[in-house]
Nanobody, 126 residues
Framework: QVQLQESGPGLVKPSQTLSLTCTVS??????????WHWIRQPPGKGLEWMGV???????YYNPSLKSRTSISRDTSKNQFSLQLSSVTPEDTAMYYC??????????????????WGQGTQVTVSA
């Protein structure tokens, strides 16, 4: 059973870079066909897909966030990370990492993913 756990600061100041890490257990992030996603949910709104890093290291981003988003991985630690630059209060959200079997882009339903982390709240405020 794959398990994911998000970690990172809960409070970020405006204009700074938000950095989160997802630690994966139960399987390798390089296992063929797996794709590792970042998804967020602002308060009172629906899920927003942010981007994905596939098992081969290729990355894809939500066009609306692409200029500010970077997803990377550390295979030695079985982790993948999110960086979101130039944050504003509108980036306040619950941030989740998740995995899909197969590369799926832009999915915003919980059933679209095989496993989810529990989520981490990030607030952007001075």
């Amino acid at each position: 059973q794959v398990q994911l756990q998000e970690s990172g600061p809960g409070l970020v100041k405006p204009s700074q870079t938000l950095s989160l890490t997802c630690t994966v257990s139960g399987d390798s992030i390089t296992t063929t066909h797996y794709a590792w996603h970042w998804i967020r949910q602002p308060p009172g709104k629906g899920l927003e897909w942010m981007g994905v890093i596939a098992y081969d290291g290729s990355t894809y981003y939500n066009p609306s966030l692409k200029s500010r988003t970077s997803i990377s991985r550390d295979t030695s630690k079985n982790q993948f990370s999110l960086q979101l630059s130039s944050v504003t209060p509108e980036d306040t959200a619950m941030y989740y990492c998740a995995v899909s079997d197969g590369l799926r882009l832009g999915v915003t339903t919980t059933s679209g993913y095989a496993h989810w982390g529990q989520g981490t709240q990030v607030t952007v405020s001075a």
